[in-house]
């Protein structure tokens, strides 16, 4: 006579998760896209690139500036440039500014100290 034997616990593995973060498959912060997006002369050669690469879909040559993605044809690129996910990172890309390296300094309190204050020294010299 055997016992019941208690359900196995499975391992549900997230390959999506582990994928994502690999740096391979990094892609450009919300910054760099911003230069990249702003900038005429960056924004063109992207897009318009002079030497092929071969490791790129498309050889680089259908590329979204905003989404940071290359693609293999310009049917998929127009297709993608029509999706709704092209549009909102298109209008978070160039409508919201980046984040700077000052606004976290003074985000963590240390700002430019130009000199004194006002009244913090004062010497009273009333006899």
Avoid: W
């Amino acid at each position: 006579m055997g016992r019941i034997q208690r359900k196995k616990r499975n391992h549900h593995a997230r390959r999506d998760v582990s994928r994502a973060a690999r740096t391979r498959a990094r892609t450009l912060d919300y910054d760099q896209r911003h230069a990249n997006a702003t900038d005429e002369t960056k924004r063109q050669n992207l897009e318009a690139p002079t030497e092929l690469d071969p490791e790129k879909a498309g050889l680089g040559m259908f590329y979204c500036v905003e989404c940071d993605r290359h693609f293999p044809n310009s049917n998929d690129r127009t297709a993608h440039l029509a999706s709704k996910q092209h549009k909102r990172i298109a209008k978070r890309v160039l409508t919201e500014t980046p984040y700077t390296h000052e606004e976290a300094m003074r985000g963590a309190g240390i700002g430019v100290d130009h000199g004194q204050r006002a009244g913090s020294n004062r010497i009273e010299t009333e006899l």
